[in-house]
């Protein structure tokens, strides 16, 4: 039965992968974009019903401006590297709500929250740009489905390796199922990894860049929210971790990204 096991896990792990845009990396994925779409777009609307909209109409339609020109450089990466597909799992939205607090989301499917007391820090349309590119980054890169997939794997592993030689979808449901039940806005903004959280910032700044906003404004960004120890951006930053180390990563990767700013240019993964 040792033995077993192991088999199991490869075969659950060769059929339950996936590989995120651009970096190539593979992925644990359960759950199916319509299943994770069903309880994100639940969720949002609930949002939506408790929480007010921002009277600020000028940022507000700033807002949603930014997240249609990052929409568009989505769609042109996406084409570009042969995964254009993928575009139909997207219902993108953009809000800002009326709450003090320095935060941004997204959930899956392409929904996309931002509050409107982030505007001290993100100062102009660039910073703007990215926040909601690196939200968009954890969409586009399915960090939720990951994070799900891994949780549904720890509560019920066995459930799930019972099922991967012959159709996992019942497994996978009723771990599902369970996480449901602590709240769906909790299963679907389950805490990303840092490794994912560099992985958005890495995404977003390409993405940004093909949208037309320089890159640059990343740094400064985060530069800001790093010397800002206010109670209100320790929320924010408690989901974001800002360190050395990250901002020393965006370093190493705005050079790149900045090929692709106002250049015509699209990055496509290179394969090894």
Known sequence: MKKVIPILLVVLTLTSCSTVLLTGRRQLNLVSDAELNQMSFAAYKELKDSVPLSADKV????????????????????VANGAESEI??????????????????????????????????????????????HEIAHVVAKHSAERLSQQVMAQYGGAILGAAVGGKSAAVQQGIGALYGIGVQAAVLLPYSRKQEYEADMLGLYIMAVAGYDPDEALTFWQRMTADNTQSSSDFMSTHPS??????????????????????????????
């Open 59 to 78: 940022n507000s339609a700033m807002v949603n401006r930014v997240g249609d020109n990052l929409k568009a450089a989505v769609e042109k990466i996406l």
């Open 88 to 133: 139909q799992n997207f219902e993108w939205e953009y809000n800002m709500f009326k709450v003090n607090q320095v935060n941004a989301f997204a959930m899956p499917g392409g929904k996309i929250a931002v509050y409107d007391g982030i505007l001290p820090k993100t100062m102009n349309e660039a910073g703007m740009a990215v926040v909601v590119g």
């Open 243 to 272: 360190d050395d180390k990250r901002i020393a990563q965006l370093q190493v990767v705005i050079p790149e990204a900045k090929k692709f700013y106002k250049t015509g240019l699209v990055p496509v993964l290179q394969k090894k």
